[in-house]
Each structure stands twice: as structure tokens, then as C-alpha cells.
């Protein structure tokens, strides 16, 4: 069984850029995986920030974008801020009607 | 402004039964495939059940099914989730989604509902 792969922590500076990533454990990642990036906050729902690779979703802001860099998905936060120190999910469809979600990144912003 | 509100969630003995729903209005809904995915205390997300549009087309992962089943009712703008034979390991925050794009296949999610925590104990 194919499994979703995700750092399972990162840390960014302030004002830094970080870039995580979404794997598949056989496998590349391509757009017809749909790719989608979520963020959670301790005791909240998940948000989501982008959806089919790089669409961001209603409210985020452009410091958050999506890719695909070589095999996998990728999230960028370009100028971290604390308020982004959240876990990340990442989802991918795999087909059949089935969506399957990463372990997240829980990241630091320090 | 699109809305999800899940209720139904409680305390349940193992064995048990419960049925979860998901109100949602801002959106047409009827065009949009929708799912249910839940996280347990400390954990991350795990998808649980899906459905088309129309309802005719429903998926589920293999941790619940033939206990756990989806349904929409498209006049009510309102999603289901019948949990039976419920078991400890089913205890977790159950959230509600709605795809980004798809009316067939549930592919990525751009909306969320607060969740409704279920909670499986004798």
C-alpha cells in the first residue's frame, strides 16, 4: 500500500522561507494527484491553503504557493511568520474515489 | 459564504450507533462531492468516507467499511454519516469537507466544517 510522506518536523526562522514536501513512498507526485496543502492549529479545524497543486484557497495569503519540485508536492511559506508555526497536511487523490492525507510537518517558527 | 456544520457527535458505548450530519450552505450543493474525515486525540487526519454529488457513487476507507455509511440529502443541503458497530478506535474528532472542484470524485478539499468529536467508551 502506497503511503503519503511528509517530513515530520521542519523549522524556519522569521522571516525565512521553508519548503515541505509530499511524497509517495512508491512513486512521483504529479498534478493528476490533485495535491493539497492544510493547516491546523492545536484545538482547530483544518484550513486549507491550497488545492490542485497551486490554487490557493479563498483568504490565504501569496506568501503561501504550491508546486511540484521533482517527485513531489510542495508547500513554500516565503517570509515565516509565528502565526504559520502550525502543523501542514498534505492530501493526494488516489484514485478510485479515494483521498489519502500525509502524516503532517509540525513546524517551528523560531 | 460557504458553510459546514457537523453535529450528532457524543459519548457511545463500543457496539454502538451514532449518526453524524453536516449542514452546509454558500454553495450549490448538489455539485459538489463531499467527505468525512476524522483525527483522532494526537493524531493526524485520516479520510473515512466520500460521496459524489448526486449520491449515487460512495467510497470508504477500509477501516470502516461495512459499518460506517454515507449519505446526502440534496434538498436539505445536508450530509450524513450512520456510524454502526462502533469501536474504541473510531474516537476521534469527525470533520466534514467539500471537494474544490469535483462533483464525481472527492480529489481536494476547500472548505471545512468545525467538527463534531465522537467519543467510543464503556
Known amino acids: 500500500q502506497t503511503v503519503v510522506t511528509q517530513e515530520p518536523s521542519f523549522s524556519v526562522s522569521p522571516g525565512g522561507t521553508v519548503t515541505l514536501t509530499c511524497g509517495l513512498s512508491?512513486?512521483?507526485?504529479?498534478?493528476?494527484?490533485?495535491p493539497s496543502w492544510y493547516q491546523q492549529t492545536p484545538g482547530q479545524a483544518p484550513r486549507t491553503l491550497i488545492y490542485s497543486t497551486n490554487i490557493r484557497s479563498s483568504g490565504v495569503p501569496d506568501r503561501f504557493s504550491g508546486s511540484i519540485l521533482g517527485n513531489k508536492a510542495a508547500l513554500t511559506i516565503t517570509g515565516a511568520q509565528a502565526d504559520d508555526e502550525s502543523d501542514y497536511y498534505c492530501g493526494l487523490y488516489m484514485g478510485s474515489g479515494t483521498p489519502v492525507f500525509g502524516g503532517g510537518t509540525q513546524l517551528t517558527v523560531l | 459564504e460557504v458553510r459546514l456544520l457537523e453535529s450528532g457527535g457524543g459519548l457511545v458505548q463500543p457496539g454502538g450507533s451514532l449518526r453524524l450530519s453536516c449542514a452546509a450552505s454558500?454553495?450549490?450543493?448538489?455539485?459538489?462531492?463531499l467527505i468525512w474525515v476524522r483525527q483522532a486525540p494526537g493524531k493526524g487526519l485520516e479520510w473515512v468516507s466520500a460521496i459524489s454529488g448526486g449520491g449515487g457513487d460512495t467510497y470508504y476507507a477500509d477501516s470502516v467499511k461495512g459499518r460506517f455509511t454515507i449519505s446526502r440529502d440534496n434538498s436539505k443541503n445536508t450530509l450524513y454519516l450512520q456510524m454502526n458497530s462502533l469501536r474504541a478506535e473510531d474516537t476521534a474528532m469527525y470533520y466534514c469537507?467539500?471537494?474544490?472542484?469535483?462533483?464525481?470524485?472527492?480529489?481536494?478539499?476547500?472548505?471545512w466544517g468545525q467538527g463534531t468529536l465522537v467519543t467510543v467508551s464503556s
Open positions: 454558500g454553495f450549490t450543493f448538489s455539485n459538489f462531492a
Open positions: 469537507a467539500k471537494d474544490s472542484l469535483s462533483a464525481y470524485y472527492p480529489k481536494s478539499f476547500d472548505y
Open positions: 512508491s512513486g512521483s507526485v504529479s498534478t493528476s494527484y490533485y
